[in-house]
T-cell receptor
């Protein structure tokens, strides 16, 4: 398909384990974002990649969270030593670039830490 | 510190009537505003946007109004349809920078 895809769609993990979430953006989109939505909360910005520029990591909640974007396309969000408060839906979005803010979202990965 | 606020967590409207969703912001540097719609188990989808140089933007049944002096925007849906039932997120950005700040969302229910 032509949209943003994310995998897995659901992930259940035990507290303390590491998880990797994957995002495939729309081909040609130079900007990629990660957000999370906890229960009853809005979309919380995590990290933003734009082309070859250094990513904006200002939203990452702790050093257990990291993300990379390889080859300007696929991105992986890694959460180390997961905690129960990490349980949320993690959303990835991409955009063409240009500053209008219109982003295309994937369906999200629902992470449950038990 | 919530820079984009949606103070109504939910709203119910009869089919055919007008839905008005409100959003307030605190950052005067925001100059571009967007509304996204989200269905359960799906990612948000872009709905409509407005630049701070305008006070109104219309797209079919959807109109967004911006009051810069009040730092307030609203989304009007006329007429409302059952398929409009979703969570609506207000969002804002500044100066062409693509980091977007989202509100908490308002859940709209359109009753047939």
């Amino acid at each position: 398909g032509a949209g943003v895809s994310q995998s897995p769609s659901n992930k259940v993990t035990e507290k303390g384990k590491d998880v990797e979430l994957r995002c495939d953006p729309i081909s040609g989109h130079t900007a990629l974002y990660w957000y999370r939505q906890s229960l009853g909360q809005g979309l919380e910005f995590l990290i933003y990649f734009q082309g070859n520029s250094a990513p904006d990591k200002s939203g990452l909640p702790s050093d257990r969270f990291s993300a990379e974007r390889t080859g300007g396309s696929v991105s992986t969000l890694t959460i180390q030593r997961t905690q129960q408060e990490d349980s949320a839906v993690y959303l990835c979005a991409s955009s063409i670039g240009g500053g209008t803010g219109e982003q295309y979202f994937g369906p999200g990965t629902r992470l449950t830490v038990t | 510190d919530q820079q984009v606020k949606q103070n109504s967590p939910s709203l119910s409207v009869q089919e055919g009537r007008i839905s008005i969703l409100n959003c307030d912001y605190t950052n005067s540097m925001f100059d571009y505003f967007l509304w996204y719609k989200k269905y359960p188990a799906e990612g948000p989808t872009f709905l409509i946007s407005i630049s701070s140089i305008k006070d109104k933007n219309e797209d079919g049944r959807f109109t967004v109004f911006l009051n810069k002096s009040a730092k307030h925007l609203s989304l009007h849906i006329v007429p409302s349809q059952p398929g409009d039932s979703a969570v609506y997120f207000c969002a804002a950005t500044q100066g062409g920078y693509q980091k977007v700040t989202f509100g908490i969302g308002t859940k709209l229910q359109v009753i047939p």
